[in-house]
Every structure is written in structure tokens, then in C-alpha cells.
């Protein structure tokens, strides 16, 4: 990796200016969520960038306002993501999410839960998975499912199919990196109440899915990196954090 | 809000700013849905978001739909401003360079094979020229005069050029560590010129 430790405080220049490349900005905003002084750099940075972008003010054409105005107005807003203290630490990128048409997410939920099936290895793991798999196939199949996929802040991504209907979630990965260590990915439902656990993701290829429950339209579900076994709260900033939408029908 | 990671420049907007003082509550309004504020947060930044995407993509109608692009993610992700991670225009100036050059390096990458490191779109233009345009520019200017000739070069290629740093050092003929210095240490006097001036 090129933003090795020793030197990955001396992008913070580079960063600002958006003068990295897609992978070695992802590397450098991986760094920035551990080092508080480089995020600090990095703030009074983009300050002094931003002063340099104003210096560039041209009055655009006059019709680009009304066209704004009128977009503005047929254009629903990002609710705010709580708790704040979360919030504030996921990365732009992250936010970007898409909802997909219900003939798509049909398709994708059958991946999804061919996959399920495919993860269960050993025959005592089957009633278990079973039980899981219909609850998963059930929020799959259900009318008004969304679903949204999202990019992590350490690569890869997430999908998250909710059921408005059953209050459930099915959260899968793709191509996430290995935790560092005997680390893992645990994820949470996050509202105004705080964060819950909704249980780890596998280790591994981190491919099969996740069921969680009690989900409800404006939730986020969010994935931190957590010792061994878990925690009881989150102890580290979100790699990702979705909202969980309400149906897209 | 977590006011501790205030940085120096997160909690006093620039005097130089005029205006756009209250830029922060405006933004805050729009995203309550204050289609009023959004028109006042429009007149206060269009013509910087404008500039800076010209500044980098050049070609007008290019820039004026990103441009759109970029007010309309003001309006849509308003919510997800946070004053405490920085000044509202460093926010709205930071999403349309990032629009901007993501452009231009989607662009390249369909045209890098033909056209290697193409010289910049404004390689000859003076760092003088380039701050006419501002509220501030004899600040900026001055500022800008206190930088070394590298280190002002490193930042135009990089910052109005759109290129990365191993492009910038490869237009410059030097190391990929000396330009990754020269950036940092060139916005690092910047911003102390601006903070010690206001």
C-alpha cells in the first residue's frame, strides 16, 4: 500500500487538493478515520483550498438557476443520519446509495439467497440456517423491499434489502477485506435510541447474509470493525452506514 | 455537536467571507426543506462552484451540468452537513472540485491511451491571472506570493488542473515525494497567510 504509515500524513496536502487517485484516497480515508491530527491537517486544508476554489467565481449562465430551483423542488432531501456522533464520522462516499426497481431487487434477492444456502457446511448448522434462510427468503420476497448497495470505507461493498413489512433486514457483503487480526465486521441498527447489535458478519468470505430484526423505515444499519466476539456498543467509527428506506413501490 | 474537533478554521468563518457568514444556518434551513434558503445559499455559492468546475473541466456546457449536479447535492444532502468538520463553503467548494475532477479523470481513462498527460488546461496561465475573479484577491494573491515557485506550481497543476500528484510529478519532472511535500507544505502556508490576515 502506498500510504504507508510513516508517510500518509504527508497526503494530507495532496488529499485536500483531490490530487489522489480513487484507490489511494480510499487508502488515505482509512488512515484519517485512526489519526485525529491528520483529519485536523486535513480540515484547515480544505479551508485554505476552498479560498482558492472562490478566487475562481465566474457568474454562471442565468438559466442554470431556474433549472436548480425547479431539480430542487421534484427532488426529496437526505434525512439526517443519527446519532450524530456516528454520523459525523462516515465518509461522503459512503452516503452514495441507489434504489433499485422491485424486478431487481426480485433478482438479487435470488443471488442472495442462493448464497445463503450455499454457505451452510455442516448438517447440525441446517435446522438453524433453514429457519434463517425462510426468514431471509421472507424479507427478500416481500412486497415493498428495498434495496440498496453502498461502497465501505475499507473497499468493498454492502447490500441491504429491508421489508418495511416484517421489520427485518438481510445485510450482505462483497468483497470486504478481512478484519485485521481476530478482529470482526459487527453490525448495528442505529436510531434515535441509540445502536443495537444485530450480530457479526462471518468471517471469511463474509458472503452470507445477515438478518436483523426490529428494523424500521428510517433506521440505519451500519457495520464497525470490533474485537473478538463482538461488543456491546460500538467502539469504533461505521465503515458503512445505510438507511433503511421504506419501500420503493 | 462535538465542538472539541473544532479546528481553527471550523468555527470562525472567514471575515473575508462577507456574505456568507451565515452560510452554516442557511444550510441548515435547506435542510429542513427551506426552498427560500436554498435560493440565498444558490446566489452565495454558484458563481464559486461555477468557477472552480469551469476552472478544471473548461468546456462551458460541461461545467454548467455539473455545476446543476453539484447545487442540486447541496439541496439533497443538506442534512449531512456538519459545522463542526469545517466552514459550509469549504463543504460545497470540496463536493464540486471532487465533481469536477472525477469527471475529468472518468474522461481520461477513456482517453489515456491516445493522450498521455495532455498538458493542462491552463498550463500557461500566470497564478496572478487565476485569483482575478475574487471577493478576496489581494489576499489570496498575496498569499499565494509567499509560496516558493514550486510549491505554487505543485497546487495550480494539482488543484486547477485536476491531476493527481504522480501527474503533477510527472509534468514537473520531479519525485512523487518532493510534489506530495510541495502540496502540503504550500496549503499548510496558505492557510496560516489567511488565518494570520484575518
Not at chain 1, 431487481?104 to 445463503?116: E, K, N
Not at chain 2, 466552514?87 to 475529468?104: G, P
Not at chain 2, 503533477?168 to 489567511?194: Q, S, Y
Request: glycine share 8%.
Amino acid at each position: 500500500m502506498s500510504a504507508r504509515r510513516h508517510d500518509a500524513h504527508l497526503l494530507t496536502g495532496a488529499y485536500a487538493a483531490d490530487a489522489l487517485d480513487g484507490a489511494e484516497r480510499s487508502a488515505f480515508e482509512r488512515h484519517l478515520a485512526r489519526c485525529a491530527s491528520c483529519a485536523e491537517e486535513v480540515r484547515g486544508l480544505r479551508e485554505a483550498v476552498a479560498r482558492l476554489g472562490t478566487a475562481t467565481a465566474v457568474e454562471p449562465p442565468a438559466r442554470m438557476r431556474e433549472r436548480t430551483l425547479a431539480a430542487a423542488a421534484s427532488t426529496r432531501q437526505l434525512p439526517p443520519v443519527t446519532p450524530a456522533r456516528l454520523a459525523r464520522r462516515v465518509p461522503r462516499f459512503a452516503r452514495r446509495t441507489a434504489l433499485v426497481r422491485p424486478a431487481v431487487v426480485t433478482a438479487a434477492a435470488a443471488a442472495i439467497a442462493a448464497l445463503a444456502v450455499f454457505q451452510v457446511s455442516t448438517a447440525h448448522q441446517l435446522d438453524q440456517a433453514q429457519a434463517r434462510n425462510s426468514a431471509i427468503a421472507a424479507v427478500l420476497a416481500a412486497p415493498g423491499a428495498s434495496m440498496e448497495t453502498s461502497g465501505t470505507k475499507v473497499g468493498g461493498r454492502v447490500t441491504v434489502v429491508v421489508s418495511p413489512r416484517d421489520h427485518q433486514a438481510v445485510i450482505t457483503a462483497a468483497d470486504l477485506p478481512s478484519p485485521p487480526g481476530t478482529r470482526v465486521y459487527q453490525l448495528w441498527v442505529i436510531n434515535a435510541s441509540g445502536a443495537r447489535s444485530a450480530g457479526l458478519l462471518p468471517r471469511g468470505g463474509a458472503a452470507s447474509p445477515v438478518l436483523a430484526d426490529s428494523v424500521r423505515p428510517g433506521d440505519h444499519l451500519g457495520i464497525t470493525v470490533e474485537p473478538a466476539g463482538g461488543t456491546t456498543q460500538p467502539t469504533t467509527p461505521p465503515i458503512v452506514l445505510v438507511t433503511a428506506r421504506s419501500g420503493a413501490r | 455537536m462535538n465542538t472539541s474537533r473544532t479546528g481553527p478554521w471550523g468555527g470562525s468563518p472567514d471575515p473575508a467571507e462577507g456574505g456568507r457568514r451565515n452560510l452554516a444556518g442557511l444550510v441548515a434551513r435547506v435542510a429542513r426543506g427551506d426552498h427560500a434558503a436554498f435560493e440565498t445559499v444558490y446566489d452565495q455559492v454558484a458563481g464559486p462552484v461555477y468557477g472552480i468546475i469551469r476552472k478544471v473541466l473548461r468546456d462551458p456546457a460541461q461545467s454548467e451540468e455539473v455545476a446543476q449536479e453539484v447545487m442540486l447535492e447541496v439541496w439533497r444532502t443538506a442534512s449531512r452537513f456538519d459545522a463542526g468538520r469545517g466552514s459550509a463553503l469549504a463543504w460545497v467548494m470540496t463536493i464540486a472540485h471532487r465533481r469536477a475532477v472525477d469527471r475529468v479523470r472518468a474522461e481520461n481513462a477513456a482517453t489515456a491511451r491516445e493522450r498521455k498527460l495532455a498538458p493542462g488546461p491552463d498550463s500557461g496561465e500566470d497564478v496572478a491571472e487565476l485569483v482575478e475573479a475574487a471577493m478576496d484577491r489581494q489576499r489570496i494573491r498575496r498569499c499565494l506570493g509567499t509560496l516558493t515557485a514550486l510549491q505554487s506550481e505543485s497546487i495550480r497543476l494539482a488543484y486547477y488542473g485536476g491531476y493527481t500528484y504522480p501527474q503533477v510529478a510527472g509534468l514537473l519532472g520531479i519525485a512523487l515525494g518532493t510534489v506530495k511535500t510541495r502540496i502540503r507544505d504550500g496549503l499548510i502556508r496558505l492557510r496560516d497567510c489567511m488565518d494570520v490576515a484575518s
